[in-house]
Each structure stands twice: as structure tokens, then as C-alpha cells.
């Protein structure tokens, strides 16, 4: 009975975090009955949200696009300070939020899947291009803002895949490869 009635309580999004959660182990584990236990609740709770399981993968995809990357960069077009301190609040948030941890499990589903390859290229280019236009905006030429754009996120991808040290430790360190980053030409 406290099944059905946490199940009435689950979101969308809470099945949409619980697989993305999964996909760091490989899409191929993201199934609907681990999902559901994994979560306390019956296989009933997760057809009241999607149709199917590829209902839930495209979701997924979308929910990494809007929550992972839009969220992201509407929040610095939003961000008051100077340029150079919408890039580390960029980095930060991006560090704080865990926004790109699913980015290289992704990735990895992205060689077997076409659509989700479409996708991935797709938020990508996304984020190299506006960390490209907040270089151009800190004074960098346009070679020299992309070049440190793609420097930016690919660095921010690949970090999220460390086993992480404290916040304040990865705080202390985002802020020196920010220096860098940053640094006149």
C-alpha cells in the first residue's frame, strides 16, 4: 500500500534522474522493473509517465538537453557580473550542479544509437558555441574564444568523470584552470 502511494508522489523527473543515474553504468541497464525497485515503487508508477521504455530514453535526452545545458546557459545570460565571472559562475555551476556527469555516458551511447547521436551533437554544439560567444564577450578574439570555449567544456566534461575530491578542493582548483582560461593573449 505505501508503494502506491509514494508512486502517486513520483514525478516525471524522478524517473528521468533515477535513468540517468543508470546510464552512467550503460543505456542497456536503464530497464524498467531496476528503475522501479531502485526507486520503491511498482512498474505501474513508471506507466502512469511514459508509454514505454524509448518514450523514456528520448525523455531522458531531452530532460539532459533542457536541464543539463539550457538551464545552464540561460542562467549566465541571466548572470550580472563581469564576463570573465560569467565564465567561472559557469564553471562552478556546472561543477555544483553536476551538469555534465552524464555527458560522457552519453557519449558512449551516442556510437550506437543515430538519434542520440543527433542529440549529443546537437547540446554540444550548443555549449561551444555560447562558451565561445561568453569568450568573445571577456575581450578574446573569435579564434582565441573558441579555441578556449572548447577548452572550457570539454575540460568540464571530462572532469565530471573523475572520482571527485571535496567541492572545496575541486572549487579551489576550477578557479586556477579558470586563471588560465582567462589569461590575456
Given at each position: 500500500m505505501s508503494g502506491s502511494t509514494k508512486s502517486t508522489q513520483l514525478s516525471r523527473d524522478d524517473w528521468l534522474q533515477a535513468a540517468l543515474e543508470s546510464c552512467q553504468l550503460g543505456v542497456e541497464t536503464i530497464k524498467v522493473a531496476p528503475l522501479a525497485a531502485q526507486l520503491g515503487v511498482t512498474t505501474g508508477s513508471f506507466y502512469w509517465h511514459f508509454k514505454n521504455r524509448r518514450e523514456l530514453l528520448d525523455a531522458m535526452l531531452e530532460y539532459?538537453?533542457?536541464?543539463?545545458?539550457?538551464?545552464?546557459?540561460?542562467?549566465?545570460?541571466?548572470?550580472?557580473?563581469?564576463?570573465?565571472?560569467?565564465?567561472?559562475?559557469?564553471?562552478?555551476?556546472?561543477?555544483?550542479?553536476?551538469?555534465?556527469?552524464?555527458?560522457?555516458p552519453i557519449a558512449q551511447w551516442a556510437k550506437t544509437d543515430i538519434k542520440v547521436k543527433l542529440v549529443f551533437k546537437r547540446v554540444i554544439k550548443k555549449r561551444?558555441?555560447?562558451?565561445?560567444?561568453?569568450?568573445?564577450e571577456a575581450g578574446f578574439s573569435p579564434e582565441q574564444a573558441a579555441a578556449r570555449g572548447r577548452l572550457m567544456v570539454t575540460y568540464m566534461m571530462a572532469e565530471s568523470s573523475f572520482i571527485p575530491d571535496s567541492i572545496s578542493k575541486r572549487k579551489e582548483l576550477l578557479k586556477l584552470k579558470h586563471a588560465i582560461l582567462t589569461a590575456p593573449e
Open positions: 539532459w538537453e533542457r536541464e543539463m545545458t539550457d538551464a545552464v546557459i540561460n542562467a549566465a545570460k541571466k548572470f550580472q557580473g563581469s564576463p570573465t565571472d560569467r565564465i567561472l559562475f559557469v564553471m562552478e555551476s556546472v561543477l555544483v550542479g553536476r551538469t555534465a556527469v552524464y555527458d560522457l561551444f558555441d555560447f562558451a565561445t560567444w561568453m569568450f568573445v
